[in-house]
């Protein structure tokens, strides 16, 4: 009996929300962007019969415009945002997806189509899931280095986990051998010794069919900037972040450019023709 009357005061309080909701004002702080965030949410939820309900979600992309307050503002309004939905919709008593993805993208400045008025969006996406194929091999990436000094210019693999890191073979704090399979040299030039001995690394996931990246708690960050937004990696995160072709990884203050599937790397670049017309101009002498 208990237990019902909470769950009728919760739905009540949940009513009295919608009921009231009205729009952000240009000066709202952080925290009232996520609670209009998390209201947008829960208006998706869905009845599913027998006073039960359903979230037919499995991702989230929240863009949020900046505002008078500074971005490490935003990021801690927002910190936890997948816990607090899930308490949302267990407040709806609502079953949440067993896989979850929330991320956030704080803008610089808001996209064209944006009114003025317009703090933040939500992008519903309804699967995990890339296009099919086999379930447990990963999907080929190709790792192009961009900024920065590595041995080669560019990698192709099809691994379950590709670490990032300054020298090939690094010792762990543990006291375990770490391989980098993405190695930076071991240089001084403004950008490559930003790059952490055991920076980061992608690691693919065969659930979803997905290559996500990880920061292994290096000293100076790890982000990924997609269509000029800036995504931040929380160090030591154990859900990492998604990273989609055409993605620009930065590491310290090196940066990679990702490509997944296609064709594979080339880090020959214009050397083999050289070669080629070299040995063409000898055969004819």
């Known amino acids: 009996m208990r237990t019902r009357l909470v769950r009728i005061g919760r739905d009540v309080q949940s009513r009295i929300r919608r009921l009231f909701d009205s729009p952000l004002e240009p000066d709202a702080t952080p925290l009232d962007i996520c609670q209009a965030v998390l209201d947008d949410i829960e208006r998706r939820v869905q009845p599913s019969g027998r006073g039960c309900r359903l979230f037919p979600y499995a991702r989230l992309v929240v863009r949020v415009r900046s505002t008078a307050a500074d ?3 935003v990021e801690a309004a927002f910190a936890g945002l997948e816990g607090r939905i899930r308490e949302r919709l267990a407040e709806l008593r609502c079953e949440p997806p067993k896989m979850l993805d929330a991320r956030v993208v704080v803008l610089r400045k808001a996209p064209a189509d944006w009114p003025p008025d317009r703090l933040f969006s939500v992008e519903y996406q309804q699967s995990h899931a890339l296009p099919a194929g086999d379930s447990t091999s990963p999907s080929a990436v190709h790792i192009t280095i961009v900024k920065g000094a590595a041995s080669r210019r560019a990698y192709s693999f099809a691994d379950r986990m590709i670490a990032i890191g ?3 073979a690094v010792t762990g704090g543990d ?3 770490r391989r980098n399979r993405v190695a930076f040299l ?3 030039d403004g950008v490559t010794e930003t790059v952490g001995r055991a920076h980061a690394h992608l690691e693919f996931d065969p659930r979803s069919r997905e290559y996500r990246l990880f920061d292994d708690g290096s000293s100076n960050g790890t982000a990924i900037v997609r269509q000029g937004e800036s995504i931040r990696v929380p160090p030591r995160d154990p859900r990492g972040v998604r990273v989609c072709s055409g993605d620009e990884v930065q ?3 090196a940066v990679l450019r990702i490509v997944i599937g296609g064709q594979q790397a080339d880090d ?5 023709k050289e070669q080629t017309q070299n040995g063409r101009r000898a055969a004819l002498r």
Do not use: F, H, L, W
């Not at 020959?268 to 083999?272: A, F, G, Q």
């Open 71 to 73: 971005r490490a503002a």
């Open 166 to 168: 300054r020298t090939a």
């Open 175 to 177: 006291g375990r051998m």
């Open 186 to 188: 071991d240089t001084v």
């Open 251 to 253: 590491v310290g203050r």
């Open 268 to 272: 020959r670049v214009s050397k083999p």
